[in-house]
């Protein structure tokens, strides 16, 4: 029943909250990476170098379904945002399910654009099926590919680092978040830019995408203050020999 | 063609949702059409598999086409996959020559040095850490881990006293769990409101024409 009621009270929240930002969408507190994304995201167009996007290797049946639907989230917008790039984005998911969804992501984000005979299905990318296939896969594009930024937003664990060191070694900026605990203790040593803990799903809203993914943010803080204020009173009560 | 789409991937998600939340004992059709919706789920992954490695043939055999730089490691990626899909093929996965050849004599030791390389990988990483971002965090960082490394060491003449009975046990089940389990809490939230957002219809990945 408290399953049910958290997911119907979040839904309802997400959706008032979603009309309210329309009319008054408010500001974000600066996140260091994001504004190195939407700034990455700028000059890729400008120099001619282009963006890599790595979605990790999480299925969609899992729990780590949720981190690979934001990948896909902020695929979508810089698809539409790089299509008219001489060197447009590449993508790359160590999952199929999540490989065919890159796709048609891309598509749809070149779609959006109005330039959908640009699209080439090699833009998205399956480049291995376990993890260290997946990052092996993955290490030589950051070196042959042109490019400038890296964006590791999805699935990763403690292999992200070798992800990492391949960017270094291209000279390339990185920018990376993910929702397993080892993979981020990885990351937040790695890469130039990292994003820790539910970071992750808050970058629809830092790139402009849609009021629903900034009254996404504030839904959080909601339930974050409300789970606060039941681990106090849960504590206050245990010390109160309530229970 | 795209509200098509969307009212049947919503669809399916509020059933499948529902198949976990509705009573057996008044709605007994929910959890089996559950059941039968994700076995469909299963079936189609097993076919993405299948397009996800066409597409890895793709793009090496355009490399090599283009001759791009590097593409001799394609051609051998690509020579390696018809090779491992011929014999489980014909010999089928059980085989002693799949298991001794290609499992353990070519995939487990690739990925062994690779997690090798990986640790010497994250010890320079550390060391760079504190170069690149000498802040508050990062040196919080190297302290932690400075301090865990030598609670977990072992020495010639022993363990270091209160290191391991002490410090390390402190740090790991008071001040990392603690904050694993605010960071978890957290990613919990920001799932549970994406999958929200796709059963909304507001972040659509099925996005299609």
């Known amino acids: ?243 | 063609m795209r509200v098509v789409t969307a009212v049947i991937a919503i669809a399916f998600g509020v059933l499948v949702l529902l198949g976990y939340f509705l009573p057996q004992a008044l709605f007994p059709n929910a959890a089996s059409l559950q059941a039968v919706l994700l076995d469909w789920a299963v079936i189609l992954a097993g076919a993405a598999a299948l397009i996800g490695v066409f597409n890895l043939l793709t793009v090496h055999t355009d490399k090599i086409r283009r001759r791009e730089k590097d593409g001799i490691y394609s051609a051998i990626l690509v020579i390696g996959l018809i090779a491992a899909l011929l014999s489980g093929i014909f010999l089928k996965p059980q085989h002693t020559l799949m298991q001794s050849v290609l499992l353990e004599g070519i995939i487990i030791p690739v990925e062994a040095s690779l997690m090798g390389l990986l640790a010497i990988t994250l010890l320079y990483a550390a060391v760079r850490l504190l170069r690149r971002r000498a802040d508050v965090m990062g040196v919080a960082f190297i302290i932690t881990a400075a301090l865990i490394f030598l609670g977990s060491i072992t020495l010639p003449f022993g363990d270091l006293p209160l290191f391991g009975t002490l410090v390390r046990p402190w740090i790991s089940q008071v001040w990392a769990l603690g904050g694993a389990r605010g960071i978890l809490i957290g990613v919990g939230l920001g799932a549970l409101l994406t999958g929200l957002r796709v059963l909304f219809g507001i972040d659509r990945p099925y996005g299609g024409k």
């Open chain 1, 1 to 243: 029943m408290i399953p049910l009621t958290v997911l119907l009270l979040a839904g309802f929240l997400l959706g008032v909250i979603t009309l309210w930002k329309r009319r008054n969408p408010g500001a974000l507190r600066q996140i260091a990476a994001f504004t190195r994304l939407a700034r990455a995201v700028g000059l890729s167009i400008e120099d001619g170098k282009r963006l890599h996007i790595s979605l990790g290797h999480g299925g969609l049946f899992d729990g780590r379904g949720g981190s690979a639907l934001a990948g896909l989230a902020l695929l979508r917008n810089i698809a539409e945002r790089t299509s008219v790039s001489d060197m447009p984005s590449v993508a790359t998911a160590g999952d199929p399910t999540l490989g065919l969804l890159t796709q048609d992501t891309l598509q749809a984000g070149y779609h959006a654009a109005g330039v959908e005979d640009a699209y080439v299905h090699t833009m998205g990318r399956v480049t291995g099926l376990t993890p260290f296939s997946y990052v092996a896969g993955t290490m030589s594009i950051p070196q042959n590919e042109n490019v400038s930024t890296n964006i590791l937003l999805g699935h990763f664990g403690p292999e992200a680092g070798l992800l990492a060191e391949a960017s270094e070694r291209a000279n390339t900026a990185l920018i990376g978040a993910t929702e397993d605990l080892a993979g981020q203790s990885v990351l937040f040593i790695s890469a130039q830019e990292p994003l820790v803990g539910e970071e992750l799903f808050a970058a629809g809203a830092y790139l402009n995408a849609d009021p629903a993914h900034a009254a996404s943010l504030t839904v959080q803080d909601l339930f974050r203050w409300l789970i606060i204020l039941g681990l106090l009173a849960g504590s206050a009560a245990k010390f109160m020999g309530v229970f």
